[in-house]
């Protein structure tokens, strides 16, 4: 998908704030039985097609409405993860200014973690 300047201007204006992982980090976390939460953050439709193994969905567009009741201990490690990389960062950076200290978004999105051969469910 080719993306309009206009977003691609924002993701940009964002990224300076946003931490990043890599889909190898995140797989290692997950092998290590290390505590954290992976979120995907796509549309309802790109996440009943198909998502990372672990995570669980809370759309881009209600991420904000819906974090704190969900996920209320906002000291907790937070990844999340869209199509490619740019959603996800737009996202970390929406919660990280309601309070969140440790989120981060993964490089790549699902497309990463599917070249890396990834589990899926």
Do not use: T
Request: with cysteine; proline share 3%.
């Amino acid at each position: 998908m080719k993306h309009s300047p206009g977003f691609l201007n924002a993701v940009e204006a964002v990224m300076p704030f946003v931490q990043e992982v890599d889909v190898a980090a995140i797989k290692a976390k997950q092998d290590a039985k290390v505590a954290f939460v992976l979120i995907d953050v796509r549309e309802d439709d790109e996440w009943r097609a198909g998502h990372a193994s672990g995570a669980f969905h809370i759309g881009r567009g209600v991420i904000e409405r819906d974090i704190e009741i969900k996920l209320p201990d906002k000291a907790q490690e937070i990844v999340l993860y869209c199509g490619g990389g740019f959603r996800s960062a737009l996202a970390a950076k929406a919660i990280s200014d309601m309070g969140y200290k440790n989120v981060k978004s993964m490089v790549g999105g699902i497309k990463a973690w599917r070249a890396a051969g990834l589990p899926e469910e």
